[in-house]
């Protein structure tokens, strides 16, 4: 029923560190590529790291690059995305996803099939 389910979200301080998990079922888990992304009030969903599974490969976001660092647990079918030095900025709700082909899996949020429900991250100064 549940494929993807975010955890470690929270309200921190501008400049401290969060790490987010994300534990996926076995199906969902060996999907091409599986990401992070977030979207806050009045913006669009925007990648934050996209990792392509077999190639053991990650891109990230312009704004996050030297920040934020994927990384991944396949006994436990987990994803994490460690969050350092934040800022105001970061603030949105953060969602794991998968299911989208290779080759789309930069094309944005539109080709993703599998979602979680998503966990707020509140950056306050």
């Known amino acids: 029923q549940v494929q993807l389910v975010e955890s470690g979200g929270g309200s921190v301080q501008a400049g401290e560190s969060l790490r987010l998990s994300c534990v996926a079922s076995?199906?969902?888990?060996?999907?091409?590529?599986m990401a992070w992304f977030r979207q806050a009030p009045g913006k669009e969903r925007e990648e934050v790291a996209i990792?392509?599974?077999?190639?053991?490969?990650?891109y990230y976001a312009d704004s996050v690059k030297g920040r934020f660092t994927a990384s991944q647990d396949n006994a436990k079918n987990t994803i994490f995305l460690q969050m350092n030095s934040v800022n105001s900025e970061d603030t949105g709700m953060y969602y794991c996803?998968?299911?989208?082909?290779?080759?789309?899996?930069?094309?944005?949020?539109?080709?993703?099939?599998?979602w979680g429900q998503g966990t707020q991250v509140t950056v306050s100064s």
């Open positions: 996803a998968a299911g989208a082909p290779r080759e789309y899996c930069n094309k944005g949020f539109y080709y993703y099939r599998n």
């Open positions: 990792m392509y599974r077999a190639g053991g490969t990650t």
């Open positions: 076995e199906y969902t888990y060996n999907s091409d590529c």
